[in-house]
């Protein structure tokens, strides 16, 4: 071993200790340079190649026994290792370093050992450690009396703990949150695991649970097989219930979670979740199978594909289907009313054109809505073209559309449609700016058993329409520039010239059912959604808009307008704005008066009676300590298109009482029906190393087999011991945290006894909160808890693995 100067650190000497150490360095040259590495008992020779290089404010030898001392700042580098301590003495004969005092070990990998002092081999692999306190990559601490390093690969800890809670700035000796403690701790990077024999879960210093053996990944690790935290409960419908998922990690692109679920009055259930990365996509579908107590067949799936073919195709597929409507809600998987599944591909070839093709099988959910007449889209076209400008200075927008429904029993559809609509904006010489605009709409149309306006006849064959239109738009911009405030108030006036045909009982109306006027789009040719309905009959739209701004992010818009009808429209039915020739007043207000309060609000005022037919209004107001915000939502039915009117209020209420504790209140009143249609309160307790969270929630509906729903539940994390987050019955994979909810299910009415019983017994939820970290920390004997995360998933290098529509 020799001794030579190394670039400084930030553990170098003074400039005094820097004058001594040089003197002495030169002068034990030398002497270091002939010494000679010999094995210690059980520990390996260093490195001929890689000689240690120290530094120090003082150096001593003693010739006689051939032993080095360094003082002050002392530190020694070998093969990337870098031991710093207050003294340091080497022992020649022994090839053994003893470092004391404040000794510090940095690992090339990140880990960090300190001590107070360490006995170490001259390559600085093998080390006995006392006091030891290890620091891995990721923050987490091993700490034990006595400690050992071997080969500089394993790590072992006698009576030891590990916690991946940070330490006490104000008493770093402080008890973590919670800590393992064994009696032998020991971590092995090689294997990427942290060991346990006969180990304790302790919370807040209380031991809350024990396993004669326990293993788990070591931080490098983000993926591994093995058992997640299970999940248990209880339901009125299910019973209890138990969830235990598996993680299958199949290769680095790909892994599996397979849940089987055990309820007492439903029987099992077999839940499973299958991911992989590609190189140019991914796939991600999840799926459930049961029997019920009547021996039917129940499940669902869903799933996600994306591949890109080329820098300009790409293709995906969407995937939601169940075996029955309340299914899905039941098992508490989903809640929508819809599930839509679709096979697409789309192409970009440049930024002014896009392609996409699709098919789409929809799947309802209530049971008040017959299958058979709900349509199957194959194939469905569009291609989109904005070209660039022309010798007039105008651009033209294209649109070509083709789309083919079928349906079990009633009407089948088959469309084709051109649309072309071209814009040439100009400036006034006031400042004012003019746009002139004409559109060519051809549409034609094959059905099969279209019903006719007059409900007694059907109509199958072929129609068609060619709808053109011209335009004039107006508008004024007057601005106001301010010391501090801008503001801009601008008329806006638009003409439009159309025919008072086109909507024929011939044609069926697929996609232009949902309509009703709102300031978002009461200008432009056509201000219904989808193909199907034209907006006929010359017209003219008249607005005023203003707009504020000031510093601080303040700001403010307002927006009101209307639109008259030259011929008025019968196809626009009542509660659309638009019934009449003289529509309905819009209006929209934007309020942002400071960074914490901000206040959207829209209506809709009846032309002649001044009745409000629509009022929303969204506020927020507080920052990241209290925080509070509404929506309040009112409007009437449209009988026409099967449109039940409603007016409720949906709030909450944001709380962030500490660093660590959050909660929040939420509901939503149907306010027609005096009724409370969702509420619940959530408390949260999160910080580096422990999440809990408590929550009860009540959900009034009722569909089939479905009944109103009161939940409570806990919901506990342990960081590091495995990284699953399980909702009430499914696994979310995407949550770092390990997350064990257990639910307390009651589908029956607050005043009903059994839920009474269970509310007036907080003692009962605790002890099932207490007996959750039992089962938490139990689930974790003799196996690794998996470890899982959307981001570790590595794409397949090989074209064969690539997904393809």
């Given at each position: 071993?020799r001794?030579?100067?190394?670039?400084?650190?930030?553990?170098?000497?003074?400039?005094?200790?820097?004058?001594?150490?040089?003197?002495?360095?030169?002068?034990?040259?030398?002497?270091?340079?002939?010494?000679?590495?010999?094995?210690?008992?059980?520990?390996?020779?260093?490195?001929?190649?890689?000689?240690?290089?120290?530094?120090?404010?003082?150096?001593?030898?003693?010739?006689?026994?051939?032993?080095?001392?360094?003082?002050?700042?002392?530190?020694?580098?070998?093969?990337?290792?870098?031991?710093v301590?207050?003294?340091?003495?080497?022992?020649?004969?022994?090839?053994?370093?003893?470092?004391?005092?404040?000794?510090?070990?940095?690992?090339?990998?990140?880990?960090?050992?300190?001590?107070?002092?360490?006995?170490?081999?001259?390559?600085?692999?093998?080390?006995?450690?006392?006091?030891?306190?290890?620091?891995?990559?990721?923050?987490?601490?091993?700490?034990?009396?006595?400690?050992?390093?071997?080969?500089?690969?394993?790590?072992?800890?006698?009576?030891?703990?590990?916690?991946?809670?940070?330490?006490?700035?104000?008493?770093?000796?402080?008890?973590?949150?919670?800590?393992?403690?064994?009696?032998?701790?020991?971590?092995?990077?090689?294997?990427?695991?942290?060991?346990?024999?006969?180990?304790?879960?302790?919370?807040?210093?209380?031991?809350?649970?024990?396993?004669?053996?326990?293993?788990?990944?070591?931080?490098?690790?983000?993926?591994?097989?093995?058992?997640?935290?299970?999940?248990?409960g209880?339901?009125?419908?299910?019973?209890?219930?138990?969830?235990?998922?598996?993680?299958?990690?199949?290769?680095?692109?790909?892994?599996?979670?397979i849940?089987?679920?055990?309820t007492?009055?439903?029987?099992?259930?077999?839940?499973?979740?299958?991911?992989?990365?590609?190189?140019?996509?991914?796939?991600?579908?999840?799926?459930?199978?049961?029997?019920?107590?009547?021996?039917?067949?129940?499940?669902?799936?869903?799933?996600?594909?994306?591949?890109?073919?080329?820098?300009?195709?790409?293709?995906?597929?969407?995937?939601?289907?169940?075996?029955?409507?309340?299914?899905?809600?039941?098992?508490?998987?989903?809640?929508?009313?819809?599930?839509?599944?679709?096979?697409?591909?789309?192409?970009?070839?440049?930024?002014?054109?896009?392609?996409?093709?699709?098919?789409?099988a929809?799947?309802?959910?209530?049971h008040?809505?017959?299958?058979?007449?709900?349509?199957?889209v194959?194939?469905?076209?569009?291609?989109?073209?904005?070209?660039?400008?022309?010798?007039?200075?105008?651009?033209?927008?294209?649109?070509?559309?083709?789309?083919?429904?079928?349906?079990?029993?009633?009407?089948?559809?088959?469309?084709?449609?051109?649309?072309?609509?071209?814009?040439?904006?100009?400036?006034?010489?006031?400042?004012?700016?003019v746009?002139?605009?004409?559109?060519?709409?051809?549409?034609?149309y094959?059905?099969?058993?279209l019903?006719?306006?007059?409900?007694?006849?059907?109509?199958?064959?072929?129609?068609?329409?060619?709808?053109?239109?011209?335009?004039v738009?107006?508008?004024?911009?007057?601005?106001?520039?301010?010391?501090?405030?801008?503001?801009?108030?601008?008329?806006?006036?638009?003409?439009?010239?159309?025919p008072?045909?086109?909507?024929?009982?011939?044609?069926?109306?697929?996609?232009?059912?949902?309509?009703?006027?709102?300031?978002?789009?009461?200008?432009?040719?056509?201000?219904?959604?989808?193909?199907?309905?034209?907006?006929?009959?010359?017209?003219?739209?008249?607005?005023?808009?203003?707009?504020?701004?000031?510093?601080?992010?303040?700001?403010?818009?307002?927006?009101?307008?209307?639109?008259y009808?030259?011929?008025?429209?019968?196809?626009?039915?009542?509660?659309?704005?638009?019934?009449?020739?003289?529509?309905?007043?819009?209006s929209?207000?934007?309020?942002?008066?400071?960074?914490?309060?901000?206040?959207?609000?829209?209506?809709?005022?009846?032309?002649?009676?001044?009745?409000?037919?629509?009022?929303?209004?969204?506020?927020?107001?507080?920052?990241?300590?209290?925080?509070?915000?509404?929506?309040?939502?009112?409007?009437?039915s449209?009988?026409?298109?099967?449109?039940?009117?409603?007016?409720?209020?949906?709030?909450?209420?944001?709380?962030?009482?500490?660093?660590?504790?959050r909660?929040?209140?939420?509901?939503?009143?149907?306010?027609?029906?005096?009724?409370?249609?969702?509420?619940?309160?959530?408390?949260?307790?999160?910080?580096?190393?422990?999440?809990?969270?408590?929550?009860?929630?009540?959900?009034?509906?009722?569909?089939?087999?479905?009944?109103?729903?009161?939940?409570?539940?806990f919901?506990?994390?342990?960081?590091?011991?495995?990284?699953?987050?399980?909702?009430?019955?499914?696994?979310?994979?995407?949550?770092?945290?390990?997350?064990?909810?257990?639910?307390?299910?009651?589908?029956?009415?607050?005043?009903d006894?059994?839920?009474?019983?269970?509310?007036?017994?907080?003692?009962r939820?605790?002890?099932i909160?207490?007996?959750?970290?039992?089962?938490?920390?139990?689930?974790?004997t003799?196996?690794?808890?998996?470890?899982?995360?959307?981001?570790?998933?590595?794409?397949?290098?090989?074209?064969?693995?690539r997904?393809a529509?």
């Open positions: 071993m001794a030579r100067r190394i670039p400084e650190s930030r553990h170098a000497p003074k400039a005094a200790g820097q004058r001594i150490r040089s003197g002495l360095l030169a002068a034990a040259v030398a002497v270091l340079v002939a010494f000679t590495a010999v094995s210690a008992h059980a520990l390996e020779p260093a490195s001929k190649a890689q000689p240690i290089e120290f530094q120090a404010d003082q150096l001593t030898y003693d010739s006689r026994n051939r032993i080095t001392i360094a003082t002050g700042n002392v530190e020694a580098v070998q093969q990337g290792r870098r031991v301590a207050d003294k340091m003495t080497y022992d020649e004969p022994r090839n053994v370093l003893t470092a004391e005092g404040n000794v510090v070990l940095y690992e090339p990998t990140g880990e960090v050992v300190h001590a107070t002092s360490m006995q170490l081999t001259g390559d600085l692999k093998n080390a006995i450690i006392e006091n030891m306190r290890a620091v891995l990559a990721d923050g987490s601490r091993i700490t034990a009396k006595q400690g050992e390093r071997i080969g500089g690969t394993v790590t072992t800890a006698e009576d030891g703990s590990y916690t991946p809670c940070f330490a006490c700035a104000e008493d770093p000796e402080r008890t973590p949150l919670w800590q393992v403690r064994a009696v032998r701790v020991t971590h092995d990077q090689i294997e990427k695991t942290i060991e346990f024999s006969h180990a304790w879960l302790e919370f807040v210093g209380v031991p809350v649970g024990y396993v004669p053996y326990l293993t788990q990944p070591d931080p490098s690790v983000k993926r591994k097989s093995g058992v997640l935290i299970p999940t248990f209880e339901s009125s419908d299910l019973g209890f219930l138990i969830q235990v998922p598996y993680f299958v990690v199949l290769s680095d692109s790909q892994d599996m979670t849940t089987p679920w055990f007492s009055n439903e029987g099992p259930v077999l839940e499973a979740q299958y991911r992989q990365a590609l190189q140019h996509g991914k796939i991600d579908f999840r799926g459930s199978g049961t029997y019920d107590s009547q021996d039917r067949a129940l499940g669902h799936v869903f799933g996600e594909a994306r591949y890109d073919i080329d820098e300009t195709w790409r293709a995906g597929l969407d995937v939601q289907r169940a075996t029955e409507g309340t299914y899905l809600r039941r098992y508490n998987f989903d809640s929508q009313r819809t599930l839509t599944s679709r096979l697409y591909g789309e192409a970009f070839p440049n930024a002014s054109d896009y392609f996409i093709g699709r098919a789409i929809f799947q309802n959910q209530e008040d809505t017959d299958d058979k007449n709900i349509p199957y194959a194939p469905w076209l569009d291609y989109f073209l904005v070209t660039d400008k022309d010798p007039l200075g105008g651009q033209t927008e294209v649109r070509l559309d083709s789309a083919v429904l079928t349906r079990e029993q009633g009407l089948d559809t088959r469309r084709l449609s051109a649309r072309a609509e071209w814009r040439r904006p100009f400036v006034g010489p006031i400042g004012d700016l746009t002139v605009s004409g559109a060519m709409w051809a549409d034609g094959n059905v099969d058993d019903e006719r306006n007059d409900g007694n006849s059907q109509f199958s064959g072929n129609s068609g329409r060619l709808f053109p239109q011209a335009g738009e107006w508008r004024l911009p007057l601005v106001r520039q301010g010391e501090a405030v801008h503001q801009v108030i601008e008329p806006i006036t638009e003409v439009i010239l159309a008072t045909y086109g909507n024929s009982s011939r044609i069926p109306n697929e996609d232009s059912q949902d309509f009703e006027l709102q300031d978002t789009n009461l200008f432009g040719f056509h201000r219904l959604p989808g193909i199907d309905r034209v907006d006929k009959g010359p017209r003219v739209n008249y607005g005023l808009n203003y707009t504020l701004y000031a510093p601080g992010r303040q700001s403010a818009s307002a927006f009101v307008g209307q639109s009808s030259f011929t008025g429209d019968d196809d626009f039915g009542k509660g659309t704005g638009l019934e009449d020739k003289t529509s309905d007043i819009v929209a207000l934007d309020l942002t008066p400071a960074p914490w309060f901000d206040i959207v609000y829209r209506n809709r005022i009846d032309h002649s009676s001044f009745k409000f037919e629509r009022n929303e209004v969204g506020a927020r107001l507080g920052n990241e300590a209290l925080k509070l915000h509404g929506t309040y939502v009112r409007y009437e449209q009988p026409q298109n099967d449109l039940v009117g409603r007016e409720e209020v949906e709030y909450g209420l944001d709380t962030r009482w500490t660093r660590f504790w909660t929040r209140a939420f509901g939503i009143t149907d306010i027609r029906s005096e009724s409370q249609r969702e509420i619940g309160l959530r408390a949260i307790y999160e910080d580096e190393c422990f999440l809990f969270s408590a929550e009860f929630s009540r959900e009034n509906f009722k569909d089939k087999d479905v009944e109103p729903t009161n939940v409570v539940f919901r506990v994390g342990f960081k590091t011991l495995g990284t699953s987050a399980l909702a009430s019955t499914r696994v979310e994979v995407e949550q770092p945290m390990t997350l064990t909810r257990f639910h307390l299910h009651r589908k029956q009415s607050l005043n006894p059994r839920t009474a019983r269970t509310l007036r017994h907080p003692v939820c605790l002890t909160g207490f007996l959750a970290l039992l089962v938490v920390f139990l689930s974790l003799c196996s690794a808890p998996a470890q899982q995360s959307q981001g570790s998933l590595r794409p397949s290098t090989t074209r064969s693995s997904f529509i």
